[in-house]
């Protein structure tokens, strides 16, 4: 009787671990179109808009290639080139972590501003950085474990979130958001420095932000967390040597090193 009882109660924890895991993946996956394969070759993507304007960064500069024009940055005494963000075409920003230092350029990749995080009159030490709204940016104080949002206009702090709870691994925002992906978690914050949400972080990586829509990428998957229902649909592609997954709108690309192949989202 005992070991029968046993074997009840294992069974139910597993049926119970089994739901909860079908409850957060247990979505349909998402299919994608094929729709073309062009030869391409950078160092990493940064973003590509519905025009097929594309930034990209090869040998520590930032390209831009606009249908017969191109535009290059290069600033090589501030190191490499951390990250780079085009989400607002009019103000790109480009981080350099070494310097703990960012350059806000123009839509022809002039300076427009450089935010020296070191000599601010409150030091922040910065691992990440994304453009936000007006004259903004969303910074991660790493000393602190805090994302801040940050106005370089007037050098002040306009609003700051609540510490984190594990090692920050990615940033991402638009003029309303801004999601920071951690070891444990995946928050979204509001404009004011609110919570929206905390996800648990489920061995994911990085994220995709497109149109307030958010993908994460974990090992060589794409997912797309669906924020009505607070699951993660895993998005069905082919099995390529992927080096980067880009999304703009419903268009899926995927480069590979060589090839820069794309996809239409299908049913999300």
């Known amino acids: 009787m005992e070991f029968r009882t046993f074997q009840f109660a294992m069974k139910t924890v597993l049926y ?23 030869p391409f070759e950078a160092d990493k993507i940064i973003g590509i808009d519905n025009f097929g304007t594309i930034y990209f960064i090869k040998k520590n500069t930032l390209y831009k290639i606009e249908d017969d024009k191109n535009y290059s940055y290069s600033n090589v005494q501030h190191g490499r080139i951390s990250t780079a963000n085009s989400f607002n075409p009019l103000k790109i920003t480009v981080f350099y972590e070494d310097f703990n230092t960012a350059f806000i350029l123009d839509n022809r990749f002039a300076e427009i501003i450089k935010i020296d995080f070191s000599s601010l009159e409150y030091y922040k030490n910065v691992s990440f950085v994304s453009t936000a709204n007006d004259n903004a940016l969303w910074v991660f104080n790493q000393d602190i474990q805090q994302l801040e949002l940050f106005n370089y206009k007037s050098n002040k702090t306009v609003a700051t979130t609540l510490p984190t709870q594990s090692e920050a691994l990615d940033l991402k925002s638009n003029y309303n958001y801004s999601w920071m992906l951690t070891e444990k978690f995946l928050y979204k914050y509001n404009y004011f420095g609110s919570l929206v949400y905390k996800v648990k972080n489920d061995g994911f990586s990085s994220i995709i932000e497109s149109n ?30 992927t080096k980067q997954f880009l999304v703009t709108n419903e268009t899926l690309y995927i480069y590979d090193s060589k090839n820069l192949h794309k996809f239409q989202l299908n049913n999300k």
Do not use: A, M, R
């Open 16 to 38: 119970f671990i089994l739901f909860i895991s079908f409850s957060i993946f247990g979505q349909e996956p998402i299919e994608t179109t094929f729709v073309s394969k062009t």
């Open 212 to 241: 307030e829509q958010i993908f994460l990428i974990k090992e060589n998957d794409l997912y797309y967390f669906n924020e009505t229902e607070q699951v993660f649909q895993l998005i069905e592609t082919p099995k390529l040597l």
